[in-house]
């Protein structure tokens, strides 16, 4: 081949094949404890990970580019323990992921939607990424096989968590962790407060899930935060989804970036989202 080609062929990382289907370095079940304070040096000095959170297998080329998002405030020790557990755990997945947390500036009430969209939108100003995981802080997997990536039908990851006995608590259940690739969260217009599982049937998509085995989590146990109440109108909003769903969203996304910061192992991004109307 000629020199230009051969040129071509290392820059694109055409001679490394794709990841395969079942990544062969995990693990299984886990232990998962948060009892004991963890220490990230170890994982920073390792250097596998990238600043700003970035990591891509050097084996294979992944299948696909995965911005992980995470809604944030005042969770620093939650922060620690998810870094310390899934970094590892992501990287035996072979994912080719960046890792983004969604900080929620000032006292107004908690916005979780509103920062999973904020996230999609920042995350694809930084790379071309086909693949949104967005998770609660709180929320570990306890077993590997549970892949950080994106399906034919939205995702839900965190299937069988411990609070809940390791149950589903109900068919429809979408929070706590999913993964939806580009396509899907453009015809659901994005997170909306007003609707999580139930948008998606209304644009013709299913709920695909790992087994109750596969699916098993461990969440940190916390007082529920002052500012994010359980929201006492969340049943009439959701019967109200259909009209809202076109007009509240990714389309109609407004916000600031305060500031953007890459530490060693994700980047933060603090946003003001504006008060609730
Ligand atoms: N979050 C923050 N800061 C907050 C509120 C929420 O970072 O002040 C984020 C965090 O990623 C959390 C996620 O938003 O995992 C979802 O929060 P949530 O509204 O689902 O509530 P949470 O996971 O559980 O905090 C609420 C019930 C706790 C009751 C505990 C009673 N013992």
Redesign the pocket.
């Known amino acids: 081949p000629f020199a230009t080609e051969v040129i071509t062929e290392i820059v694109t990382n055409q001679s490394l094949e794709i990841c395969p289907e079942n990544p062969p370095q995990l693990k299984g079940p886990l232990h998962v404890e948060f009892s004991s304070v963890v220490k990230l040096d170890k994982l920073i000095e390792e250097g596998s990970v990238s600043p700003g959170g970035r990591f891509r297998p050097k084996e294979c080329v992944s299948q696909q580019k995965v911005a992980i998002i ?6 620093e020790l939650h922060l620690k323990y998810w870094l310390y557990y899934m970094h590892p755990i992501l990287q035996r997945q072979q994912l080719d992921y960046g890792v983004y947390v969604i900080e929620q500036t000032g006292a107004d009430l ?1 916005n ?1 939607a509103k920062l999973f969209n904020v996230g999609y939108a920042e995350a694809l100003k930084e790379d071309n990424y086909d693949c949104f995981v967005f998770s ?4 570990i997997p306890i077993d590997d096989r549970n892949l950080y990536k994106c399906y034919d039908q939205p995702r839900h990851l965190s299937v069988a968590i411990d609070k809940f006995n390791f149950q589903l608590p109900y068919p429809q259940i979408f ?1 706590g962790i999913s993964a939806l690739s580009k396509e899907q969260l453009l015809k659901i217009n994005g997170f909306s407060n007003n609707y999580w599982g139930w948008g998606l049937s209304f644009r013709g998509m299913s709920i695909s899930r790992p087994d109750l085995m596969i699916g098993r989590c461990k969440m940190i ?5 002052k ?2 109440p359980p929201n006492p109108q969340r049943m009439t909003q959701l019967s109200h989804t259909i009209e809202m769903m076109d007009k509240d969203g990714i389309n109609s996304l407004s916000y600031s970036v305060v500031s953007s910061e890459k530490s060693s192992l994700y980047t933060r991004i603090s946003v003001n989202i504006g008060s609730p109307p």
Do not use: A, S, V
């Open positions: 995470i809604p944030f405030r005042d969770r908690f979780r609660d802080i709180d929320i929070g146990q916390h007082e529920r935060d500012l994010n």
